[in-house]
């Protein structure tokens, strides 16, 4: 028979491998800080991870495989897939949660699109994806935009754009403002994405992130090795921002903490995930290829 001491000793030891193992991160498919500041949350295959207090957690409610995952002041937005007996059809479509990621509304395109590639303005309306198929709602592939939520979706002509589309940003404040990473380098439109100007060219464009004081743009490349730069969205010059040594890496994803500014996160392609609190001058790892620190 187990001494009570040793059993507690063992009960306590498999809760916390439990406990790891639920914030592991499989994959990162997005990254976003919650409205209040308090909460880094990054989705993964199996729902949501979150960085709080200086401690992982995973977030209550379903543990759907989230893709596109963007975050506004007041909501999170994603599409993906459905966790088991969830009530969701495959895929997503677009889906809505007002309350941090515990429940979700379905917002259309449910069982038709899944969208691996979507930005939203954190004080606008404004959603940005780039369709990879036609659907009831959206006649051809490329990009599109909505303002209400997803009733209706307007189609952009993006001229000017060339290379694979690797991310999307959209501005905080300025809904007509739209950013994309390619292949050929980081492209910014002015008017709803009907036009694209290349404002950077540095490498293979990754990440792109419109910082919330709404006049610059941060922008993770590839290029010989990997770079992360910020631009001012006045005279978009690249100024280099030092990274964290990375081997065979690159930034897929930043964020910033909209309570404290000079706070931001970038997730690597290799599922590990830095901290900066002076506005990217140096970086704390919390997460080492998926493994949460």
């Keep these: 028979m187990i001494p009570r001491a040793a059993l507690s000793f063992l009960l ?19 990254m976003s800080y919650s409205g209040d500041g308090k909460r880094l949350m990054i989705p993964s ?51 809505r949660s007002r309350d941090g990621g515990k429940t979700w509304d379905k917002l259309g395109l449910e069982g038709e699109t899944d969208f691996h590639l979507m930005a939203a303005g954190w004080n606008t309306n404004a959603i940005y994806v780039w369709n990879p198929e036609p659907s009831s709602r959206m006649k051809t592939t490329g990009l599109h935009s909505t303002f209400n939520d997803g009733f209706t979706w307007q189609r952009a002509a993006a001229t000017g754009l060339a290379g694979k589309i690797h991310a999307l940003a959209a501005h905080p404040d300025d809904r007509n403002m739209v950013a994309i990473a390619t292949s050929e380098g980081l492209y910014l439109s002015r008017n709803g994405g009907e036009r694209f100007d290349k404002v950077a060219g540095n490498g293979q464009g990754l990440a792109a992130f419109f910082d919330l004081d709404g006049q610059h743009i941060w922008y993770g490349a590839y290029g010989s090795r990997p770079t992360l730069s910020r631009l001012a969205l006045k005279e978009p010059v690249p100024l280099s921002v030092p990274l964290p ?49």
């Design 12 to 30: 306590a030891a498999l809760a916390s491998a439990t406990f790891a193992e639920s914030v592991t991160l499989h994959h990162v498919h997005g």
């Design 245 to 293: 040594p990375l081997t065979n890496d690159a930034v897929s994803y930043i964020a910033q903490n909209p309570a404290n500014r000079a706070e931001y996160a970038i997730a690597t392609f290799e599922r590990s995930v830095y901290l900066s609190k002076d506005g990217g001058q140096s970086w704390q790892q919390i997460a080492h290829r998926g493994t949460a620190r």
């Design 45 to 95: 295959h199996h729902g949501l991870a979150i960085y709080e207090n200086g401690k992982w957690s995973k977030m209550p409610g379903p543990e759907h495989d989230y893709m596109g995952f963007v975050a506004t002041a007041k909501n999170l937005y994603s599409s993906g897939h459905p966790a088991p007996r969830s009530g969701f059809k495959e895929p997503f479509g677009l889906i």
